[in-house]
């Protein structure tokens, strides 16, 4: 919405690949399934500087669910010490109007996160390690290895709760703060979340 985007400074951006380059990556036998996962909500409002009213976000992830799209990301449940725009996860989502046929995921980054989703009746969560250390250890404080150890604790709960979980690697296409990432540590990550 331009009124979101006008009083907020708040943009959306997409990474677009090349078709040339999905299917030569499809052709290597990769799935054909692509899942679109709207992160607006979440990844798009965490670095606003002013604090978005929780109203305005509740807004946004209905007039996106208005708009088709079948999993929108809506916040995460993170430490508001060090995320205070996401400190009304929980507001947030019992505020939102849940269209039949869309997701409403949340990124936890550890188990105490998982036990603040679970407390809000989520039925997806997303979790994420980078290919860059740096990029691990100023968003997680911890290492790239230490988020699959954290990772193990998340996901025997999120079983018991019968939560459905995405994984993802960050800093795909570089780091803000080491720049250029190698595609070995992409390719590694990826396929550590796949073991």
């Not at 009083?7 to 290597?28: H, S």
């Not at 849940?98 to 679970?118: D, F, I, M, Q």
Request: charged share 25%; aromatic share 6%.
């Amino acid at each position: 919405s331009s009124g979101i985007n006008a009083e907020y400074g708040v943009t959306m951006q997409a990474k677009v690949i090349p078709a040339r380059e999905l299917l030569r990556t499809l052709r290597r036998g990769v799935s054909s399934f692509v899942k679109v996962v709207e992160v607006g909500p979440r990844d798009g409002l965490q670095n606003v500087k002013s604090v978005v009213p929780t109203d305005i976000k509740i807004q946004l992830i209905d007039r996106l669910s208005d708009c088709g799209f079948q999993s929108v990301e809506s916040t995460s449940f993170v430490s508001p010490k060090w995320v205070p725009q996401l400190a009304d996860s929980k507001d947030v989502l019992s505020g939102i109007t849940r269209s039949v046929g869309t997701e409403y995921p949340v990124l936890v980054p550890n188990l105490k996160g998982l036990e603040l989703a679970l407390d809000s009746n989520v039925s997806e969560i997303g979790i994420f390690t980078a290919a860059s250390e740096s990029f691990c250890k100023k968003n997680t404080n911890c290492s790239i290895a230490e988020s699959f150890e954290r990772f193990k604790l998340v996901l025997d709960l999120a079983q018991q709760h019968s939560v459905k979980v995405r994984a993802y690697v960050s800093c795909i296409a570089g780091c803000p703060y080491e720049g250029a990432v190698k595609a070995s540590k992409v390719a590694e990550g990826s396929e550590d979340l796949l073991a």
